[in-house]
């Protein structure tokens, strides 16, 4: 089953009942790193719902974990608006990029497939290269790829998944935006998602937690010396959003109702992320830097 939204992006709705339930989300779990495809319940992504007007005409964007989820949305809301993007995503999620570069390019944009690792330093150097030889330049850096696995506790936490943890989520930001500053002009935008696991961490998900926050604290700093060169850095956090990895990397006791303890009462969906990075990625945000955006279902930032 698909989730679709009744409305667009425009339209008022009521929150608490515009998106499938999360009673209705079933216990289940997938293998790693988790295939939309194989979602018994799949994510809405926007493809029947979100409206572009132009706001990032001749942009070009590169967004990793784009194959899926949030990236997905991403995507497709970036060709929407005009902007043509090089996605980034493991080589095993392959079916899922290919469904996500026929979105954008059903839009008219173009989409670069870019498969590999972003724990490499040489990959996400490579990646950057790609995106400026094919697309004519780099304007919207989206550093959105991260690992996650919940643990029982920190004496099961092994140094292997902690290594892989922080290189994947906070080494690979780091890297990715030294290989992109050379190429980004003034009006550039990077946007990093991080969670509300960065201000209310979960015992389970520790090493994952304790990487978000690394990440809001990395985005605050880097906006400090880039503004300067008109460089904006903002970030994106979001709450208990339904992705391929919420059932890839939790226990199906934990995926049943995935969603429910936020005030609006459900997971969110990443078509309704979708604007906050347009927005931070349009010149509406022009003087917005260093800032995050909490869409958490109204679970409390501070």
Same mark, same amino acid.
Request: with cysteine; charged share 20%.
């Given at each position: 089953?698909?989730?679709?939204?009744?409305?667009?992006?425009?339209?008022?709705?009521?929150?608490?009942?515009?998106?499938?339930?999360?009673?209705?989300?079933?216990?289940?779990?997938?293998?790693? =790193?988790?295939?939309? *495809?194989?979602?018994?319940?799949?994510?809405?992504?926007?493809?029947?719902?979100?409206?572009?007007?132009?706001?990032?005409?001749?942009?070009?964007?590169?967004?990793?974990?784009?194959?899926?989820?949030?990236?997905?949305?991403?995507?497709?809301?970036?060709?929407?608006?005009?902007?043509?993007?090089?996605?980034?995503?493991?080589?095993?999620?392959?079916?899922?990029?290919?469904?996500?570069?026929?979105?954008?390019?059903?839009?008219?944009?173009?989409?670069?497939?870019?498969?590999?690792?972003?724990?490499?330093?040489?990959?996400?150097?490579?990646?950057?290269?790609?995106?400026?030889?094919?697309?004519?330049?780099?304007?919207?850096?989206?550093?959105?790829?991260?690992?996650?696995?919940?643990?029982?506790?920190? &004496?099961?936490?092994?140094?292997?998944?902690?290594?892989?943890?922080?290189?994947?989520?906070?080494?690979?930001?780091?890297?990715?935006?030294? &290989?992109?500053?050379?190429?980004?002009? =003034?009006?550039? *935008?990077?946007?990093?998602?991080?969670?509300?696991?960065?201000?209310?961490?979960?015992?389970?998900?520790?090493?994952? &937690? *304790?990487?978000?926050?690394?990440?809001?604290?990395?985005?605050?700093?880097?906006?400090?010396?880039?503004?300067?060169?008109?460089?904006?850095?903002?970030?994106?956090?979001?709450?208990?959003?339904?992705?391929?990895?919420?059932?890839?990397?939790?226990?199906?006791?934990?995926?049943?109702?995935?969603? &429910?303890?936020?005030?609006?009462?459900?997971?969110?969906?990443?078509?309704?992320?979708?604007?906050?990075?347009?927005?931070?990625?349009?010149?509406?945000?022009?003087?917005?830097?260093?800032?995050?955006?909490?869409?958490?279902?109204?679970?409390?930032?501070?």
């Amino acid at each position: 089953m698909t989730i679709m939204s009744s409305g667009d992006q425009f339209t008022p709705q009521d929150p608490t009942t515009s998106q499938t339930a999360s009673e209705d989300l079933p216990g289940h779990t997938l293998e790693h =790193p988790g295939r939309e *495809s194989d979602m018994p319940v799949a994510p809405d992504f926007g493809e029947s719902s979100y409206r572009g007007s132009g706001r990032l005409e001749g942009r070009r964007a590169l967004i990793t974990g784009g194959d899926s989820g949030i990236g997905r949305a991403v995507a497709l809301a970036f060709a929407r608006e005009g902007a043509d993007v090089v996605i980034s995503y493991l080589p095993e999620e392959e079916d899922d990029a290919q469904e996500t570069a026929r979105v954008v390019r059903d839009a008219g944009r173009r989409c670069v497939l870019a498969p590999g690792d972003v724990r490499d330093e040489t990959y996400c150097g490579e990646l950057v290269e790609r995106t400026v030889a094919e697309l004519g330049g780099l304007d919207v850096l989206v550093s959105n790829a991260a690992y996650q696995m919940a643990i029982e506790g920190i &004496a099961d936490l092994s140094t292997e998944q902690l290594v892989r943890t922080f290189t994947t989520n906070v080494f690979a930001a780091f890297w990715l935006c030294k &290989a992109a500053l050379p190429h980004l002009q =003034p009006g550039a *935008s990077i946007i990093v998602t991080t969670s509300i696991q960065a201000y209310q961490p979960s015992p389970s998900l520790l090493d994952y &937690a *304790s990487t978000k926050g690394a990440l809001l604290n990395f985005v605050k700093g880097l906006s400090q010396e880039l503004a300067p060169q008109g460089i904006r850095v903002n970030t994106v956090a979001p709450g208990p959003i339904w992705t391929p990895l919420i059932p890839a990397t939790m226990p199906a006791e934990e995926v049943e109702g995935f969603g &429910a303890q936020t005030p609006i009462g459900r997971a969110g969906q990443p078509a309704e992320l979708a604007p906050a990075y347009v927005f931070l990625a349009s010149q509406e945000s022009s003087y917005v830097t260093g800032e995050r955006i909490g869409v958490t279902g109204g679970m409390p930032t501070p």
